[in-house]
């Protein structure tokens, strides 16, 4: 069965400090693996996939297939960090269903 | 140019009626997924729409369902609503029917059914 699973759903830390939201995906295939943020009162808008490797607002993501795991980075948080942030999975064929975990809420303390 | 618009944003209805959402994608944008929103499910795929054609379906009743216009908006519709339906209802649009090309998400439409 396709599942994606973000054990946690609060985690707070201090300005300046690293962050990392964990990230696991249970797929037979190989899977696409994305993370979307929702902040305050916005629409949920994509961050970052892990085909593009690239780093946005200082987040990256690793892809580790042999955990299973996608977690999301960053040195130094900021206080604009703060947010809902959802992993989503993508079966072969790399169509428009979405797989989402249930989302950690990061709060960015001053 | 403007996102993707879903509309109403706010909908209460009672339980046994129908209900009828509507989605309006990105100019240009021909694939549109649905996806709906509760506490306690998080976010689950409803429906996926390229070209009026549906690609792929969720699993949910068959009280859901929806369609692709050939101007690419799309519209849902629940019928038979029961209180656990009581969601909000997130439209998605892309230009193609992979995700590679990126999804924009709308605000949605928040349904309640009393």
């Known amino acids: 069965a396709q599942r994606v699973t973000q054990p946690e759903k609060l985690l707070s830390v201090f300005k300046g400090a690293p962050v990392e939201l964990k990230c696991n995906y249970s797929y037979s295939g190989s899977p696409e693996l994305f993370w979307y943020v929702q902040y305050s009162r916005q629409r949920l808008q994509l961050l970052l996939r892990?085909?593009s490797r690239e780093s946005i607002k200082g987040f990256t993501a690793d892809l580790n297939k042999g955990e299973t795991s996608f977690h999301l980075k960053k040195p130094f948080a900021q206080e604009e960090d703060s947010a809902m942030y959802y992993c989503a999975l993508s079966g072969s064929g790399n169509t428009g269903k979405l797989i989402f975990g249930q989302g950690t809420t990061l709060q960015v303390k001053p | 140019k403007a996102g993707v618009t879903q509309t109403p944003r706010y909908l209460i209805k009672t339980r046994g009626q129908q209900v009828t959402l509507s989605c309006s994608p990105i100019s240009g944008h021909r694939s549109v997924s649905w996806y709906q929103q509760t506490p306690g499910q998080g976010l689950q795929f409803l429906f996926e729409y390229f070209s009026e054609t549906q690609r792929n379906k969720g699993n949910f009743p068959g009280r859901f369902s929806g369609r692709q216009f050939s101007n690419s908006r799309s519209e849902m519709n629940v019928s038979t609503l029961e209180l656990g339906d009581s969601a909000l209802y997130l439209c998605a649009s892309s230009l193609g029917p992979h995700l590679n090309y990126g999804y924009t998400f709308g605000s949605g439409t928040r349904l309640t059914v009393v």
């Open positions: 892990h085909i």
